[in-house]
């Protein structure tokens, strides 16, 4: 079975983040790790991950950036914030975690586990699957399927 793989974009340490990542890497999902203070997001990046989401999901509201800066996410221009964002990326609420489809932002376990299709115990499961409407369903009446795993 190919791995799952996904892109992990945070900044600095944190506790939150630390453990998101660690559930995601204990579930045998692959990531690409990229460090914002390293690797700033361009504003064509952010542009591109923001698409046409409300930018308030991406904000940090809390940062002091955010203070600093004075935003108001409903008077100010939305290009304006994304400029700010490319320039100071502590604006940006981390992580930010993308599959090849999906984004979410935050350290939701719940929310991270639906997205990628792992159970929150941090394992890739048929059951999350299931549960999350992505089972594949077999043509096999229920009676060979099981003489077929015997």
């Not at 204990?26 to 409300?54: F, Q």
């Not at 100010?76 to 914030?81: K, Q, V």
């Amino acid at each position: 079975m190919v791995p799952k793989r996904a892109t992990f974009i945070s900044y600095g340490t944190d506790d939150s983040c630390a453990e998101a990542r660690k559930f995601i890497e204990d579930s045998g999902v692959l990531l690409r790790l990229r460090d914002l203070a390293k690797n700033p997001l361009t504003v064509y990046e952010l542009e591109k991950l923001i698409g046409h989401t409300n930018i308030g999901h991406f904000l940090d509201t809390l940062s002091e950036s955010y203070a600093k800066h004075k935003l108001d996410q409903n008077s100010t221009p939305r290009a304006e914030i994304i400029k700010l964002m490319a320039e100071d990326h502590t604006l940006i609420r981390r992580p930010i975690i993308q599959s090849a489809r999906l984004t979410t932002v935050g350290c939701d376990k719940a929310k991270i586990a639906q997205m990628l299709q792992i159970s929150l115990n941090g394992s890739g499961d048929e059951e999350s699957a299931v549960r999350n409407g992505n089972r594949r369903h077999h043509s096999r009446p229920k009676d060979q399927a099981a003489a077929a795993r015997k």
